[in-house]
Nanobody
Framework: QLVESGGGLVEPGNSLTLSCAAAPGRIFSRSHMAWFRQAPGKGREFVAIVSRGGGNTKYEDSVKGRFTISRENAKNTVHLQMNSLKPEDTAVYYC????????????????????WGQGTQVTVSS
C-alpha cells in the first residue's frame, strides 16, 4: 500500500527528494509516517518521522539539518528532502506507516510499523 520513488545515484553534496505514495484510504491520514534506511550488511535504521497532522517531526542525529520530512495528507504522500548527501547516506530507503492516535509518541522502532513500502535505492558516490 506504500510505494516509494525518487531514488537514484547522486554525487556527494548534491540533493535528492524521495516520495512515498499511499493507497487511497484511512491508513495514511491516521498514521505517523516515517523513513528508514538499510545499508548493505546493516540493520534497518530510523531516519525521520512526521506525525499524523504534520506538526511534529523527529530526525536521526546524522541527518539533522540536512534532511526534511513532510507530508501532504490531501495527496496521501510523504516526502524526504535530502540535501548535502554523503556517501554514508547510501542505502535502501523505506517508507513506513504507524497507525496511531493523535497523542501517540513518535516511534523510531521499526517493529512498531506494520506497513512498509518496497524500498528505493539511494547511492551517493563520485
Amino acid at each position: 500500500q506504500l510505494v516509494e520513488s525518487g531514488g537514484g545515484l547522486v554525487e556527494p553534496g548534491n540533493s535528492l527528494t524521495l516520495s512515498c505514495a499511499a493507497a487511497p484510504g484511512r491508513i495514511f491520514s491516521r498514521s505517523h509516517m516515517a523513513w528508514f534506511r538499510q545499508a548493505p550488511g546493516k540493520g534497518r535504521e530510523f531516519v525521520a518521522i512526521v506525525s499524523r497532522g504534520g506538526g511534529n517531526t523527529k530526525y536521526e542525529d546524522s541527518v539533522k539539518g540536512r534532511f526534511t520530512i513532510s507530508r501532504e495528507n490531501a495527496k496521501n504522500t510523504v516526502h524526504l528532502q535530502m540535501n548535502s548527501l554523503k556517501p554514508e547516506d547510501t542505502a535502501v530507503y523505506y517508507c513506513a506507516a504507524d497507525p496511531a492516535i493523535l497523542t501517540a509518541p513518535l516511534s523510531v522502532n521499526p517493529d512498531d510499523y506494520p506497513y512498509w513500502g518496497q524500498g528505493t535505492q539511494v547511492t551517493v558516490s563520485s
